[in-house]
């Protein structure tokens, strides 16, 4: 099952949308990939050498937690579950908020990222799949190469972008997510730079503004892209199968909490539009339970919940 629209007859009449825009991704998109790819990694690198030579504060940890919280349920809830699936509805001020908010994970603007990830599911595993880790074979050197793809590389290595206007006409039409969409460097500069800014009022330095950029910017910003990269490649290479799917995607424990429920990955392929992926008994799924506190307060309507029996038809025997 796929999150793209459905066309309109009239529609499915005319030519079809080319599945990848025409121009490609140019060298400067590459560049600018790679850019905001590598430096978070480097940072990363360089984190326990900075640790253990300058120490590091509370204040730098709280500021990186709760913009870690906010961007990767932004991605997970917003990005992922409510703008590529469909899971729930929302209301103006919350689709909007989440738009903001997943942006600050700067994984790409929302629309990209959400057409990117519809063109995944259409071809999961398959070819055409922007990502995945099989692509070059399944003999373990093929296997190595694919999980580097797969996890990182297919986003500065590839010249194939993704057609907008196939994978996401819904949200080309939407006023505010076209807005969102066009601001996503202003939203990249604010979350860089305003947890530097939050650090150097809260401790009336220049060295706090420093270590919280490097912590709650650029470590925040690389541990939060591992994650979510860890599902297009781990979560399709390793883990237990519980429900029948078309791919190789797998379910793997311990990447449940730091993605927010998202490594539930078998059964979000089993059944795409469905609001909670952790649906068996100690499945954390801390995503779904942000949705349910939504609906609990009429922000969102109409949450696509498991289905019992539906579950029950794709378990796989044990």
Known sequence: MTAVPEMAPEAARRAPEPELDPEGTSKAQRVTVFFFVFVPLIALVAAVPFAWGWGLSWIDLAIGAVFYLVSGLGITVGFHRHFTHGSFKAKRPLRIALAVAGSLAIEGSVIKWVADHRRHHKYADAEGDPHSPWRFGDDWRSVAKGLFYAHMAWMFLSEEKTSPKRFTPDLLKDKDIVKVDRLFLPLVLFSLFAP??????????????????????L?????????????????????E??????????????????????????LHHADPTCARHGVLKGQIDISARIIWMFEKLGWATKVRWPNKERLEAKRVAA
Request: aromatic share 16%.
């Open 241 to 266: 199968e519980n429900f029948e799917v078309r791919d190789r995607s797998r379910n793997v424990w311990w990447l449940a909490i730091p993605s927010f429920g998202e490594s539930w990955h078998n």
């Open 196 to 217: 530097a800014a939050i650090g150097g009022l809260a401790t009336m330095s220049w060295w706090g503004a420093i270590t919280a950029f490097f912590w709650a910017s």
């Open 219 to 239: 470590i925040r910003v690389a541990l939060l892209h591992h994650v979510t990269w860890s599902i297009n490649s781990i979560c399709h290479t390793i883990g």
